[in-house]
């Protein structure tokens, strides 16, 4: 064979002539650098960095060459605005007080809004994180539901058990359902995914064993606080809050490093770009399901902890539009951070509760006609969405976050060891 025939080899970064450098393979360089380590660099292996494509970013690592041997160090600095403090005050203010204000029926409803934190953070996974769109996650809240019922019922499995696999079951379809994403991304990924929403109703009365069939599944099992705890209703109703608020800090917990690991920083490579990912070693395949199955997870332990809450579910509960207003959630609160999970569940909530305070008052004509529509909970959160989305087309949480930036000076960036 002819050297003419030989294929031509896919460039490694840095090669090249010139100082061309692709950004987006400098992103990726970026999150898989070592963050401490030394690098040795020649002036021969040293490119000047141009300075007008791209700008550093958070978390994007910078090499500063000198005299010394070269160092990569981090570029920006993350500084907790003031609203973080006074908003992560406020919500442990209201965590602390809200079962002591609260009637058994409230502290109910209140603990289901916290567990539905978890379903909102599964989608903010995989759409935030990991760059595919997903308008079938309720699915997966309703698969774990379904799980643990069975679980904790047909197999009598103790109540932890139960709930672990829920999880772990929703989980396992999510990897499943994550497959068409190795071949497909994008609107078509998200119409895949909402169309699995809208048959999980028609497919879920056909299982009856699994699912209670049309009528749903009642949960005879009873989860009973400790006797030192209380026997009366607020009691176990206490109980029950402590368990889910306990279970949803674990699980946001465990988020918050599988993201800062080598899988998550691989995650979100594949999402800034999956050809340079690639180039770089990561595993495509791996990486998709295993986004995937960590979101399908935590939307099947939110699933799981509405039966603590309530022993009953039904394929009723879950409509496909469910699965729209946990993506529209996600997005509200702020997509590629976990606390922006549980600001567009709060917001969601607050404006709900005002929207019925104004629907109740009564003797102003035409436009108590129209304050009416505030009672409708569809119709405040449609209202909320098309607003913040003109306002804050990245989410809420960028109110709550500053940071500031310590660019390399060009001369130091282009300065190279003799």
């Not at 650098?33 to 030394?38: F, L």
């Not at 070269?70 to 993350?78: E, F, H, L, N, V």
């Not at 099947?300 to 699965?323: K, Y």
Request: proline share 7%.
């Amino acid at each position: 064979m002819s050297d003419d025939n030989w294929p031509t080899p896919m460039p490694r970064p840095g090669d090249g002539d010139g100082d061309e450098t692709s950004g987006l393979d400098a992103s990726v360089v970026g999150v898989f650098a070592p963050r401490d380590e030394p690098v040795e660099t020649t002036a021969a292996e040293t490119e000047p960095v141009p300075a007008g494509p791209v700008a550093p970013e958070r978390g994007r690592q910078a090499l500063v060459v000198d005299d010394e041997p070269a160092q990569i160090r981090p570029t920006g600095r993350r500084r907790i605005s003031p609203l973080s403090w006074i908003g992560g005050l406020l919500l442990g203010v209201w965590l602390v007080a809200m079962p002591l204000t609260s009637s058994v029926t409230e502290l109910r409803q209140n603990t289901q809004i916290i567990v539905m934190v978890l379903a909102v953070l599964g989608v903010n996974i995989a759409t935030g994180y990991g760059g595919m769109i997903s308008l079938g996650h309720g699915v997966f809240v309703a698969v774990g539901a379904f799980a643990a019922a069975y679980a904790v019922d047909d197999l009598a499995l103790p109540w932890v058990i139960s709930i672990l696999a829920g999880a772990a079951f929703a989980g396992a379809v999510g990897a499943l359902v994550g497959l068409p994403a190795l071949r497909i991304k994008g609107i078509h990924l998200a119409l895949v995914t909402l169309g699995l929403a809208i048959v999980f109703q028609p497919l879920a009365k056909r299982v009856p064993a699994f699912s209670g069939g049309v009528s749903g599944r009642a949960v005879g099992a009873e989860l009973v606080p400790p006797s030192w705890f209380g026997t009366t209703r607020w009691a176990e109703g206490l109980y029950r809050y402590l368990i889910c608020v306990a279970v949803v800090a674990l699980a946001m917990l465990i988020a918050h490093h599988i993201i800062n690991s080598r899988p998550g920083r691989a995650m979100r490579a594949v999402r800034d770009n999956d050809t340079a990912a690639a180039v770089y070693g990561v595993n495509l395949v791996a990486s998709r399901v295993n986004t995937f199955a960590v979101s399908a997870s935590l939307a099947g332990l939110a699933g799981a902890l509405g039966i603590v809450l309530v022993p009953f579910t039904s394929q009723e509960s879950f409509p496909f539009t469910e699965s729209l207003v946990l993506y529209a959630t996600a997005v509200l609160g702020g997509l590629g951070s976990l606390w922006g999970s549980v600001l567009g569940v709060a917001i969601r909530e607050v404006f709900s509760r005002i929207g019925e305070l104004l629907g109740d008052v009564s003797g102003l004509g035409p436009l108590g006609e129209f304050l009416r529509l505030l009672d409708e909970e569809q119709f405040v959160f449609g209202v909320l969405l098309v607003a913040l989305t003109f306002v804050f087309p990245r989410g809420l949480i960028g109110l709550f976050n500053t940071h500031r930036s310590d660019p390399v000076p060009p001369a130091a960036r282009n300065r190279t060891r003799t």
